[in-house]
T-cell receptor, first 113, second 113 residues
Framework: GQQLNQSPQSMFIQEGEDVSMNCTSS?????WLWYKQDPGEGPVLLIA?????ELTSNGRLTAQFGITRKDSFLNISASIPSDVGIYFC?????????????FGTGTRLAVRP | SAVISQKPSRDICQRGTSLTIQCQVD?????MFWYRQQPGQSLTLIAT?????????ESGFVIDKFPISRPNLTFSTLTVSNMSPEDSSIYLC??????????FGPGTRLTVL
């Protein structure tokens, strides 16, 4: 079935650096979501995007709904140790029924203090 | 958002046995979903739990292996039947809220020996 490709697969950065990750799809999506999963926990919703071109912030996090509707980007500014975790994009395909989401492959973030 | 709890949080089971996982939400919701997250992988939708009717299963998942109940708008169960080591995963329930967003429970970590 449909899968979203996320890149990079993993990142190991210095505290204070900015982080960028993205998610691409082969089909058009009408909703993009970004989640963070800590070890042993369920994913937590960070940002939801509903319109092409939309740019939304949540504290140090900023996400954008790509103009082509086939991609989305997440940026984290001035990273801190608690940003460590796995970040997943998720989207709702324009053709899918109900509220089913497709999840990306994940970006694993490690932060060096 | 929603407050979602799952029981058990983790279990170790013997091959050939079955385990029922419970998901409780603090308020009524229309949409509830069950996901599987295999070790180091992304989330895969197992089924949509429908209140008052049979669950809707995704390709690759069948009712005999993963029976689901949804007796009311705040509760659902997922049973993993006749388990094998390949069923070792994190099982997550989620609820739909707002426009195509989902909120997740903490997950049930299952190990099958």
């Amino acid at each position: 079935g449909q899968q979203l490709n996320q890149s990079p697969q993993s990142m190991f950065i210095q505290e204070g650096e900015d982080v960028s990750m993205n998610c691409t799809s082969s089909s058009i999506f009408n909703t993009w979501l970004w989640y963070k999963q800590d070890p042993g926990e369920g994913p937590v919703l960070l940002i939801a995007l509903y319109k092409a071109g939309e740019l939304t912030s949540n504290g140090r996090l900023t996400a954008q709904f790509g103009i082509t509707r086939k991609d989305s980007f997440l940026n984290i500014s001035a990273s801190i140790p608690s940003d460590v975790g796995i970040y997943f994009c998720a989207g709702r395909d324009k053709k899918s029924s109900g509220d089913k989401l497709t999840f990306g492959t994940g970006t694993r973030l490690a932060v060096r203090p | 958002s929603a407050v979602i709890s799952q029981k058990p949080s983790r279990d170790i089971c013997q091959r050939g046995t079955s385990l029922t996982i419970q998901c409780q939400v603090d308020s009524q919701v229309t949409m509830m979903f069950w996901y599987r997250q295999q070790p180091g992988q992304s989330l895969t939708l197992i089924a949509t739990a429908n209140q008052g009717s049979e669950a809707t299963y995704e390709s690759g998942f069948v009712i005999d292996k993963f029976p689901i109940s949804r007796p009311n708008l705040t509760f659902s169960t997922l049973t993993v039947s006749n388990m094998s080591p390949e069923d070792s995963s994190i099982y997550l329930c989620s609820v739909g809220r707002g426009a195509h967003t989902q909120y997740f429970g903490p997950g049930t970590r299952l190990t099958v020996l």
